[in-house]
């Protein structure tokens, strides 16, 4: 249901007649929500039970979906947005730290992969589903139909997710929570903030500045908490360190070009909602069909070297994407986010797997917070950076005055903004690939020196 939003984003802003700049926040109030709480909600379900903290999260989603179908304004829809953020965060998190504790090691990549080709599935009924509801019906019913689907999800919560014991022993670090919570919240409004009044503004670097405070303090917080938010001596693992820097790489890229789509196809190329849902499945298609496959291959062949097949895999296709232009075709465009699918099933169910094989059983709650931190930060900086890159570089290509809304300029200047940004996504991506080929060759070397 979340993807089903980005392509109803055109159609919000002509039903309330808002600029760009403003309808980006139903999807940036959902983000900033799952973000600030992620590692919270996480390390919560470790100690008083994942089951129950899943069970919480479905109800919470139910109510936002359902207060986002009825609300009367574009305010009022940001606003109870950040309700299904937050039971978002914990689904999240504890959906991949669920599977992690029901699979022996050795069937964790399958599980794993699985688990993705399942989420993939979500996702390619998303964008289509929504398409299509808000071309039969109103965009309202995009909100509604997750309601049914929390309904679903409450009910197998509560009768099929196992009663795992919660630890003991062990209180909630308030203070680490407190000053990871001020961090996130500030980074995400800084970022957000930064496209509409500039990055220099004196609030934004105030937020800057909060956010960075923030993290020394939590850092310092959590050295000396007897049970902290997050376990740093975690992040002493090379496989979970290169793990979550690559994996933001690629969720920055794949969020921010996904995000720019529907105005792509609809502004540039003509294309309904309708057909806009089908052809931005193409890549979770893809994901569907490889996710099992890459899994079965980490368990097989090793995780880094499925996961560096996959990098490579998405630079190419980004390389391809880089070429749309103002008379691509639907076949054209298919070809080109064929090699990005491709690669983000191998890449991300592989790089899931090492992460997660990286941490403590008794502490899969975190670990899966810290992952699907990274998801959700990475989609916070594609949509409000690479957006911001693509506004002001197609608005510096015309005449107009600095501000004006990207969205009412000519699609040739709107297609060369988007290049732009996919050169920004090629050098992310290049960066990644170094990052994850270092890593692979470190470990091999490291395993052949007595």
């Not at 309808?23 to 709480?37: P, T």
């Not at 310092?220 to 975690?234: G, Y």
């Not at 499925?306 to 296709?317: E, K, Q, R």
């Not at 983000?344 to 709650?365: D, E, H, L, Y």
Request: proline content about 4%; overall charge positive; glycine content about 12%.
């Amino acid at each position: 249901m979340a993807t089903g939003v980005n392509v109803i984003l055109p159609t919000l802003s002509k039903t309330f007649d808002t600029p760009f700049a403003t309808v980006q926040w139903v999807v940036l109030a959902y983000l900033m929500a799952s973000i600030a709480l992620l590692p919270i909600v996480a390390r919560l379900a470790d100690l008083v039970g994942k089951h129950k903290v899943y069970f919480v999260a479905y109800a919470l989603f139910a109510l936002g979906s359902l207060l986002c179908a009825l609300a009367p304004s574009i305010e009022v829809l940001v606003a109870v947005r950040t309700i299904q953020g937050i039971g978002s965060a914990a689904l999240a998190a504890l959906g991949l730290a669920l599977v992690t504790d029901a699979f022996p090691a050795e069937e964790r990549g399958r599980a794993i992969g699985v688990n993705g080709a399942v989420i993939s599935a979500g996702i390619v009924l998303g964008p289509s589903l929504g398409g299509i509801v808000a071309d039969l019906a109103s965009w309202r019913w995009v909100f509604a139909g997750g309601v049914l689907v929390s309904g679903v999800g409450l009910l197998l919560a509560w009768r099929v997710v196992p009663r795992y014991e919660a630890q003991r022993g062990q209180r909630f670090d308030v203070a680490g929570a407190a000053t990871i919570f001020t961090s996130l919240l500030s980074l995400s409004l800084a970022l957000t903030l930064g496209q509409t009044v500039g990055f220099g503004a004196a609030s934004v670097v105030a937020l800057f500045a909060v956010a960075l405070v923030a993290a020394v303090a939590f850092v310092a917080v959590e050295r000396r908490a007897p049970s902290p938010v997050v376990d740093l001596s975690l992040f002493r693992s090379r496989a979970l360190t290169v793990g979550l820097i690559s994996g933001l790489t690629t969720f920055v890229a794949i969020s921010g070009v996904i995000f720019l789509m529907p105005f792509y196809l609809e502004g540039v190329l003509g294309y309904s909602p309708a057909q806009m849902g089908v052809l931005m499945a193409v890549v979770p298609i893809v994901l569907v069909v490889m996710a099992p496959v890459a899994g079965w291959a980490a368990d097989r062949f090793g995780e880094r070297p499925v996961t560096l097949v996959g990098m490579i895999s998405i630079l190419v296709g980004y390389l391809a994407v880089g070429t749309l232009d103002t008379d691509t075709t639907a076949l054209g465009y298919i070809v080109r986010f064929l090699p990005v699918g491709l690669g983000m099933g191998i890449f991300q169910t592989s790089n899931n797997s090492a992460i997660m094989g990286a941490v403590p059983r008794g502490s899969s709650g975190v670990g899966g917070g810290l992952l699907s931190l990274t998801r959700f930060l990475g989609q916070v900086l594609g949509t409000a950076v690479l957006a911001s890159v693509w506004a002001a570089r197609s608005v510096a290509r015309s005449s107009a005055p600095s501000g004006t809304d990207a969205t009412t300029l000519a699609p040739a200047l709107q297609v060369a903004g988007l290049q732009d940004v996919l050169t920004v996504v090629q050098i992310g991506i290049i960066a990644g690939l170094v990052l994850v080929a270092w890593d692979w060759w470190y470990g091999r070397h490291a395993r052949s020196t007595p």
